[in-house]
């Protein structure tokens, strides 16, 4: 028999999910938030149908957004369709070599700098806007004529009007609720670009 769960316990539960909801809620609550992730959607498919490429990061579970989201162009999103060019700056034995050689905050920005071109796209991840790694990713792309696109918390941090596309998300204060909204931004923004470019996995 399952454990019986303090009544507690069950309160603080939906105090979570309450405030998953209100911060949702807040970004839905402003129309450019919308308009944003659909420009975010159009960079990503304008880079995909000029041969271009789209490149992610970030720390932590942003890293793991970062991943999930390269996987879901190279493989399967919602139907069968072509692959498509994706990549995270995710490879452990790259990330080391460069933190090894040239310090942790350049991690990111070597990355760019031996994959990016221009047409490619960067979306960088950062709950605070303020990860130096990131940062210095940022400017090396837009050194490089490559577009960047941030998907930040806490008010956007400096990374809020560097990179050339802000989504900032509002409400949350803490990176779980703030990454919980950067995943339905990246599905949601990966949903339309699959429907402009594959309408028939969408025709039912």
């Given at each position: 028999m399952p454990a019986d769960v303090p009544s507690g316990s069950l309160a603080a539960i939906r105090a979570s999910f309450q405030t998953a909801r209100a911060t949702l809620d807040?970004?839905?609550?402003?129309?450019?938030?919308?308009?944003?992730?659909?420009q975010f959607a159009a960079l990503c498919e304008g880079a995909l149908t000029s041969g271009g490429k789209l490149m992610a990061c970030g720390n932590g579970g942003s890293m793991c957004d970062a991943m999930h989201f390269a996987e879901e162009w190279t493989g399967r999103f919602r139907g069968n369709r072509s692959a498509l060019p994706a990549i995270a700056f995710s490879d452990p034995s790259q990330l080391t070599c460069i933190a090894n050689d040239f310090g942790y905050d350049q991690v990111f920005a070597r990355s760019v700098e031996a994959y990016g071109r221009p047409g490619d796209v960067l979306v960088c991840m950062s709950t605070s806007g303020g990860s130096p790694n990131a940062i210095l990713a940022v400017q090396k792309a837009k050194e490089m004529g490559i577009k960047t696109v941030a998907l930040l918390g806490k008010g956007g941090g400096q990374m809020k009007d560097l990179a050339d596309l802000s989504i900032v998300v509002p409400h949350a204060t803490t990176s779980d609720r703030i990454q919980e909204i950067h995943i339905k931004v990246l599905h949601i923004a990966i949903e339309a670009v699959e429907r402009s470019l594959f309408p028939d996995n969408y025709a039912s």
């Open positions: 807040a970004f839905l609550g402003d129309e450019s938030n919308l308009e944003a992730v659909g």
